[in-house]
């Protein structure tokens, strides 16, 4: 079971229902991953999300990946790939995943320019951030090819267009 917690910035705007969206990316995410096994009620698995704001994931950004400006999403695994897999063998586990943060600006600017709603692009920033959490990336081309599968399959059972139609599979686009 997926449990996840939100923490909303006042800049989202409010007829969106935040909580619910990151919800069902996270566990898309999960379910298309070979970790889906965290579905099953046995295990009780958190993931926070935050919408923040560009100063905040600027800093972050900064801090941890020495990259001096504010990017779409950043996420935080809060174990390694070996750890994970070693959960699925002790039924009843407890797994904090990791942290997801949105910068708003930025999401909001790229989902204009794309044409799409941010709805639409928050959910593909949610999975993709869940992805890395759960040990995928996209540093190599092949990896890029594995995690843009995923994200197109997760996004494609909720009625998501792909999110990379416009371009070639690549390091390019989310940073992560």
């Known amino acids: ?10 800049l989202w705007p409010e007829q969106s229902n935040w909580e619910a ?11 298309v991953s070979a970790s889906d ?3 099953a009620k046995d295990y009780e698995t958190e993931i926070s999300v935050c919408f923040s704001d560009n100063d905040t994931v600027h800093a972050l950004n900064k801090t941890w990946r020495d ?20 959960i ?3 039924v009843g586990s407890e797994c904090l995943l990791g942290d997801i943060i949105l ?8 989902a204009l320019e794309k044409g799409i709603s941010l709805e639409n692009h928050v959910t593909h920033l ?22 843009e599968d995923l994200e197109r399959k997760a996004l494609a059972q909720l009625d ?12 390019e686009g989310l940073d992560g």
């Open 88 to 90: 699925k063998n002790r």
């Open 160 to 171: 998501i267009p792909d999110p990379y139609s416009d371009h070639e599979t690549g390091k």
């Open 126 to 147: 949610i999975t993709h951030g869940t992805l890395h959490l759960l040990g995928y990336d996209h540093i190599l081309d092949n990896e890029a090819e594995i995690m």
């Open 21 to 31: 969206l990151a919800q069902t990316a996270c566990q898309q995410a999960v379910s």
């Open 103 to 110: 910068a708003f600006d930025v999401a909001k600017k790229e």
């Open 67 to 86: 990259k001096d400006r504010p990017t779409n999403v950043l996420s935080f695994p809060m174990m390694e790939a070996e750890e994970l897999a070693e």
């Open 1 to 10: 079971m997926i449990t996840v917690e939100a923490d909303i910035s006042d």
């Open 37 to 39: 096994f965290l579905l």
